[in-house]
């Protein structure tokens, strides 16, 4: 089954503990995203890789990193979280681009920093 | 640049009754539209989207949209609203070819109920 997954769906943490949540694709999408969305704010992109080793910041990127070693895994990692990263985080992924190319995405991670 | 409004955060119709929901667009270049909804839980799901043509577009579960260049806008209509449609409604818009980062810009949602 062509899917999305990510892990963990719920984490509740402390301000300064590193913690990464995983997101994985089978559908060999070269281009993937992370979101975060927030109470009438809607989603909005936090980094996004185009290919293999390719990544760039979206919107609101301050105080994540990510990384794309192979091209079905896309990790965000929070070194030290704060209260504010207090949200539901959605990982994505599409074939090409996401302006073009309908996007498919995880179940979400719901991520509560104390 | 690219912008997304959609108008009203709620909107409650009754089982059965026509479904409205709002989205106004800004872009600079020819734009490319969807909606995506996202049930309960749930990851968000395309429902339709408009890259070039054909003006009205249909999509899933009895869902359509038209593009509208000289009102900037896309709504979404359902004649007839089911219980099952309660879920939340997200709008977006990208640079389509034209946007090279390949992102896609969000509207806040509207979360729609239906009473039976």
């Known amino acids: 089954e062509a899917q999305v997954t990510q892990n963990p769906r719920y984490l509740i943490t402390v301000t300064g503990k590193k913690l990464t949540v995983t997101c994985s694709q089978n559908?060999?999408?070269?281009?993937m995203s992370w979101y975060r969305q927030d109470p009438g704010l809607g989603l909005r992109q936090i980094y996004y890789?185009?290919?293999?080793?390719?990544?760039d910041k979206g919107d609101v990127p301050e105080g994540y990193k990510v990384s794309r070693k192979e091209k079905r895994n896309f990790p965000l990692i929070l070194e030290s979280p704060s209260p504010n990263q207090t949200s539901l985080y959605f990982c994505?992924?599409?074939?090409?681009?996401?302006?073009?190319?309908?996007?498919?995405f995880g179940p979400g991670t719901r991520l509560t920093v104390l | 640049a690219q912008s997304v409004t959609q108008l009203g955060s709620h909107v409650s119709v009754s089982e059965g009754a026509l479904v409205l929901l709002r989205c106004n667009y800004s872009?600079?270049?020819?734009?490319?539209l969807f909606w995506y909804v996202q049930y309960p839980n749930q990851g968000l799901q395309l429902l339709l989207k408009?890259?070039?043509?054909?003006?009205l577009v249909k999509g899933i579960n009895g869902f359509e949209a038209e593009f509208k260049k000289s009102e900037t806008s896309f709504h979404l209509t359902k004649p007839s609203a089911h219980m099952s449609d309660a879920a939340e409604y997200f709008c977006?818009?990208?640079?389509?070819?034209?946007?090279?980062?390949?992102?896609?810009?969000f509207g806040q949602g509207t979360e729609l109920s239906v009473k039976p």
């Open positions: 994505a992924s599409s074939l090409k681009l996401a302006s073009t190319d309908t996007q498919y």
């Open positions: 559908m060999n999408h070269e281009y």
């Open positions: 890789s185009m290919n293999v080793e390719v990544t």
């Open positions: 872009s600079s270049v020819p734009p490319y």
């Open positions: 408009y890259t070039t043509g054909a003006t």
């Open positions: 977006a818009v990208s640079g389509g070819i034209y946007n090279q980062g390949g992102k896609l810009i």
